[in-house]
């Protein structure tokens, strides 16, 4: 989001109030640039597993591709020119960058979240409506470049309407051409549409998916195939329900910040404020390093793209599991020897079309299930 500084604070007080230690803008810049190395490098392997590996081009995947992507270009363009403007007060990069600066984190916090939330309704048809059609890669990609179309208009806006101002002692604020209680409301509409609305919808949707996995038992189905794909299908839900409630835990502080000083002027003169603002942006920033994190400790697959990136670490062991994980196809042992069983088998599928597992219809099951997500 837009690190501002609203207009009215500087020009009421001509010298510059974030003047910092130099000891601490230390201690702030080790904090920010290890967001900034973790963030970049972190999403940037989870893009190259999905990318360069077919088994991995899955529609849950094609959507965390395009989370990567978000949280990559905003740990890249925005953490440290955040940080910056945070620490001095002062902005050093001009106007056509001020523009951007503003414009590009909503857009990319937008894409974030909403790409969690098409992930949270594609298990929900996955696995509440499991005969229904899944989305093609196509209309996969259509959706996303419906979301990034309609981040932009959000945060057209603050692109518009930003821009600079020098004050009389020579530096530099960024400040917009409408009023500052507009400004607030802008927020608050950002906040609901960026926040609270999407984690509605996501909270709605695992609510009944988590009841559905871990309410109870299927009548008429305890074959090892069910509970190994049920067991599947928990751990990526888990995955996914850890990565939403880390990213509404670390915006919930910036967005409350940014509505509560809209709305009570006074504070941006409180003497700590800008130690404040400096933590919940970091937390903010912070977001996007965690999910390449939560991935490698809760996905195989994605750990075993990790370890491989990792191999030259002489504590870094690839196991012959590991390798099998990124191939396009890998059969398991199933009950009675056969070899029906997929590490992508849909459970519904098996649970009404055993008979499918006849050694004549054997290839073409195990051709059709590979598709499947997990």
């Known amino acids: 989001m837009a690190s501002e500084r609203h207009e ?46 077919k088994r991995m081009r899955t529609v849950t995947n094609y959507f965390l591709l395009n989370l990567a992507f978000s949280d990559v270009s905003m740990a890249a363009f925005n953490t440290l020119i955040n940080f910056v403007y945070a620490a001095h007060g002062e902005w050093y990069f001009g106007e056509v ?21 098409a992930i949270a309704i594609d298990r929900y048809m996955a696995i509440i409506h499991p005969l229904k059609p899944r989305l093609s890669a196509k209309a996969t990609t259509g959706v996303i470049v419906c979301i990034w179309s309609m ?71 305890s074959s090892d195939n069910y509970h190994g794909q049920l067991r599947a299908k928990r751990k990526v839900v888990k995955m996914m329900i850890i990565v939403v409630v880390t990213f509404a835990l670390c915006w919930l502080p910036y967005h409350v910040y940014f509505i509560v000083t809209g ?27 965690y999910n390449p994190i939560i ?37 398991r042992s199933g009950h009675q020897g056969s070899m029906c069983t997929l590490s992508r088998v849909d459970t519904s599928i098996l649970s009404k079309d055993k008979s499918m597992c006849s050694r004549g219809n054997r290839s073409r099951l195990s051709s059709e299930l590979n598709n499947k997500d997990d």
Not at 97 to 117: D, L
Not at 162 to 170: A, D, E, G, H, N
Not at 263 to 282: A, E, H
Not at 317 to 330: A, F, G, K, M, V
Request: some cysteine.
């Open 151 to 221: 981040a932009v208009v959000l945060a057209f806006p603050l692109c518009y309407f930003s821009t600079t101002k020098t004050l009389p002692q020579l530096w530099a604020v960024i400040s917009f051409r409408f009023c500052e209680c507009l400004c607030a409301w802008y927020h608050i509409i950002v906040t609901v549409l960026v926040y609270v609305l999407p984690l509605v919808v996501m909270g709605i949707t695992y609510t009944i998916v988590g009841v559905t996995l871990w309410g109870g038992e299927i009548p008429g189905d």
């Open 295 to 331: 991935y490698c400790c809760l996905n195989s697959r994605f750990r075993a793209g990790f370890k491989r990136v990792f191999r030259w670490c002489p504590f870094v062991r690839i196991s012959s599991y590991d390798e099998l994980e990124l191939r396009n196809t890998r059969l």
């Open 8 to 53: 009215s604070n500087s020009t009421r007080n001509l010298t510059n109030q974030f003047v910092q230690p130099a000891w601490r803008i230390a201690l702030w810049s080790v904090a920010y640039s290890t967001v900034l190395a973790v963030a970049v490098f972190g999403n940037l392997i989870v893009i190259w597993i999905i990318l360069a590996h």
């Open 97 to 117: 960058y001020c523009r951007f600066h503003n414009f590009f984190p909503v857009t990319a916090v937008f894409a974030s979240i909403y790409s969690m939330t």
């Open 263 to 289: 709305l009570n002027k006074p504070l941006n003169k409180w003497k700590y404020i800008q130690q404040v603002y400096l933590s919940v942006l970091w937390l903010a920033m912070s977001s996007t390093m």
